[in-house]
């Protein structure tokens, strides 16, 4: 009966050093990759406006998670016969610090995986699902000034990936903090 307790009493013990000597490798290895300084200049809340400049709605960008993630929330009122349309959209780093990961849920049940990459002069960041038997979405922001985006939504038919044709689009104004 001791031996029994001593040998349970030595494989507890161990296992709890291994699982504790894995928490404080993961809680102590860096990050892999971080977002790089163009995602800061979406961060914060901005009012939406159709293409004929009325309101549509307001969304906002911030980091989150100690700046692993970045969270883009959105309220959109595309007409006034139609519901008020909501996504959310969670962003992590990729393999370079202008590239993200990217999932979109929305209040119709939707969800999205993108690849999202900022333009070299960083004043277009363009959002592009995966190809696969559905259609194909893409999102894109264009900058016209420091607080100001043209915001595009695009789709391609299923079957014809990156014929993209005009679904939706706007404009972003950042709020005064």
């Known amino acids: 009966m001791k031996s029994s307790l001593l040998f349970c009493g030595i494989v507890a013990t161990?296992?709890?050093?291994?699982?504790?000597?894995?928490?404080?490798?993961?809680?102590?290895?860096?990050?892999?990759?971080r977002f790089g300084p163009k995602w800061s200049s979406l961060?914060?809340?901005?009012?939406?406006e159709n293409q004929s400049g009325a309101p549509s709605g307001a969304c906002?960008?911030?980091?989150?998670?100690?700046g692993h993630v970045m969270v883009r929330t959105n309220h959109?009122?595309?007409?006034?016969?139609?519901?008020p349309h909501d996504d959310l959209m969670v962003l992590t780093p990729d393999s370079a610090p202008d590239k993200a990961k990217?999932?979109?849920?929305?209040?119709?049940?939707?969800?999205i995986e993108y690849l999202a990459e900022w333009s070299a002069d960083g004043?277009?960041?363009?959002?592009?699902?995966?190809?696969?038997?559905?259609?194909?979405?893409?999102?894109?922001?264009?900058?016209?000034a420091p607080d100001s985006f043209s915001v595009s939504f695009d789709m391609a038919p299923p079957g014809t990936p990156a014929e993209f044709r005009p679904y939706a689009a706007g404009k972003i104004t950042r709020l005064p903090k």
């Open 14 to 33: 161990t296992v709890a050093s291994f699982i504790g000597d894995q928490m404080l490798t993961a809680a102590n290895s860096a990050p892999s990759s």
């Open 102 to 111: 990217a999932t979109y849920y929305d209040n119709e049940g939707h969800v």
């Open 123 to 144: 004043n277009n960041l363009t959002f592009t699902s995966k190809a696969g038997p559905g259609p194909q979405f893409r999102l894109t922001y264009k900058k016209l």
């Open 76 to 83: 959109a009122e595309l007409s006034s016969t139609a519901p």
């Open 43 to 48: 961060t914060g809340e901005w009012k939406g």
């Open 60 to 66: 906002g960008f911030y980091f989150d998670l100690a």
